[in-house]
Structures are given as structure tokens and as C-alpha cells.
């Protein structure tokens, strides 16, 4: 099982990140399979960072085995979806960039990862890029976003991995985060939702 995940798809989270450049490609890093963390299991705040900050996204199944897929099928690859969270060392990510060094260890800790209830994507009344993704801390909403504004959708997204990586079933790709990114500390209590619909429910340790 491989965790995609994009970075930088949403065009006001790249300014509130101060990125002036934007993508021409998708913007792609991968978690290993220990970064995953599912069915309301907690999360613990790493001891090698003073700064980790949610990013709340749509999680994307894939169902098929597929590779070099045109995007105009990419949509028969996947089958559900749900609401994730890339949990990102901001502090470590940091140093490491002004270091010019690969950074893949701020954002591939174990349990970064988090993944809610999946839903059909049968089930879903709109479509997958015309959905609202929330996340709220204590009660308090701290970030929404609509996959509609996406820079890269989906289904394009899905046809440029499978350039590189042959994609199986039970891959997961995270779509990247909308702006509203922030920190956690201990006691913290994060619900995840697609529309008003609750998929996601842990707490910070």
C-alpha cells in the first residue's frame, strides 16, 4: 500500500504559505505505510518537533490496478473517498529547506497520516470535485475548502502518478490542503468533515 499525497493544490493556501510560484505539475511526496492512522486511534505529538500542523484534505481509494492512465478514465480507478489529515513537522520542514535537504521525514513520521470513514463514491450526491471538505478543533471550525478549487483535479492527478508509479488497489492519494493550516498541542479534539457529513474524530497526545 503507497500514500501519495499532493502539495500545494489550492490557490490560497500557496499565498498564505507565501509561494508566489505556482505548480505546473502536481506537486507530489509519499508517506510510508507506517505513517497511516485510521479508526479514531490518537495522535502523538512527535518529541523531534515544537510546531505540527494539520493539513485537512480529501482522501482519495484507489480500486484498480492501473498505469499510464489517461485521465478521461482515471475516474474508474478509484472508489471512495474520505477526510485526511497530512500532519506536517512545520519547524523541521523549515530547516530542512533552508538546508536545501530532502524533507520527506516532516511530513512521513509515523501516524502523520490520518485517514477517516470512507464513503462510497456511489454515494455521493455531488461529485468529487464539487465537494466541501471542514475541519473543526474543539468544537471550533479552523479550516474549510471546496475541491472545486482545486489547481489540479483529481482525475489529472491520478493520470500524472500513474506516469511514474503503477497504482494498486488500497493506494491512497491525499489532494491536497486548502488555506487555514495550523498547529496542534496535546489535548487538541479534530473532526473531519465531507459537507456535513462526519467522517474523521481523534485527539492529539
Same mark, same amino acid.
Given at each position: 500500500?503507497? =500514500?501519495?499525497?499532493?502539495?500545494?493544490?489550492?490557490?490560497?493556501?500557496?499565498?498564505?504559505?507565501?509561494?508566489?510560484?505556482?505548480?505546473?505539475?502536481?506537486? &507530489?511526496?509519499?508517506?510510508?505505510? /507506517?505513517? &497511516? %492512522?485510521? !479508526?479514531?486511534?490518537?495522535?502523538? &505529538?512527535?518529541?523531534?518537533? $515544537?510546531?505540527?500542523?494539520?493539513?485537512?484534505?480529501?482522501?482519495?481509494?484507489?480500486?484498480?490496478?492501473?498505469?499510464?492512465?489517461?485521465?478521461?478514465?482515471?475516474?474508474?480507478?478509484?472508489?471512495?473517498? /474520505?477526510?485526511?489529515?497530512?500532519?506536517?513537522?512545520?519547524?523541521?520542514?523549515?530547516?530542512?529547506?533552508?538546508?536545501?535537504?530532502?524533507? $520527506? =521525514? +516532516?511530513?512521513?513520521? !509515523?501516524? +502523520?497520516?490520518?485517514?477517516?470513514?470512507?464513503?462510497?463514491?456511489? $454515494?455521493?450526491?455531488?461529485?468529487?470535485?464539487?465537494?466541501? @471538505? +471542514?475541519?473543526?478543533?474543539?468544537?471550533?471550525?479552523?479550516?474549510?475548502?471546496?475541491?472545486?478549487?482545486?489547481?489540479?483535479? =483529481?482525475?489529472?492527478? @491520478?493520470?500524472?502518478? +500513474?506516469?511514474?508509479? /503503477?497504482?494498486?488497489?488500497? !493506494?491512497?492519494?491525499?489532494?491536497?490542503?486548502?488555506?487555514?493550516?495550523?498547529?496542534?498541542?496535546?489535548?487538541?479534539?479534530?473532526?473531519?468533515? %465531507?459537507?456535513?457529513?462526519? &467522517?474523521? !474524530?481523534?485527539?492529539?497526545?
Amino acid at each position: 500500500m503507497k =500514500i501519495f499525497a499532493v502539495g500545494w493544490n489550492y490557490l490560497n493556501h500557496n499565498k498564505e504559505m507565501n509561494r508566489a510560484l505556482l505548480p505546473q505539475e502536481p506537486v &507530489l511526496f509519499m508517506k510510508p505505510d /507506517t505513517a &497511516l %492512522l485510521k !479508526d479514531g486511534k490518537p495522535f502523538f &505529538l512527535p518529541p523531534f518537533s $515544537e510546531r505540527v500542523e494539520y493539513e485537512t484534505e480529501l482522501v482519495v481509494r484507489i480500486s484498480r490496478l492501473g498505469k499510464n492512465i489517461a485521465p478521461r478514465f482515471a475516474h474508474r480507478y478509484y472508489d471512495a473517498v /474520505t477526510v485526511g489529515i497530512d500532519f506536517t513537522a512545520r519547524d523541521l520542514q523549515a530547516r530542512l529547506r533552508a538546508e536545501g535537504s530532502p524533507w $520527506e =521525514i +516532516s511530513k512521513g513520521f !509515523d501516524g +502523520s497520516a490520518v485517514v477517516g470513514d470512507f464513503v462510497p463514491v456511489g $454515494e455521493l450526491t455531488r461529485g468529487v470535485q464539487d465537494q466541501y @471538505i +471542514s475541519l473543526r478543533i474543539n468544537g471550533n471550525e479552523v479550516q474549510r475548502g471546496h475541491t472545486a478549487d482545486m489547481i489540479f483535479p =483529481i482525475d489529472e492527478i @491520478i493520470a500524472y502518478i +500513474s506516469r511514474f508509479y /503503477t497504482l494498486r488497489m488500497g !493506494d491512497l492519494l491525499f489532494t491536497g490542503t486548502p488555506e487555514g493550516v495550523g498547529p496542534v498541542a496535546i489535548g487538541d479534539h479534530l473532526q473531519g468533515f %465531507l459537507g456535513d457529513r462526519p &467522517l474523521l !474524530d481523534f485527539h492529539v497526545r
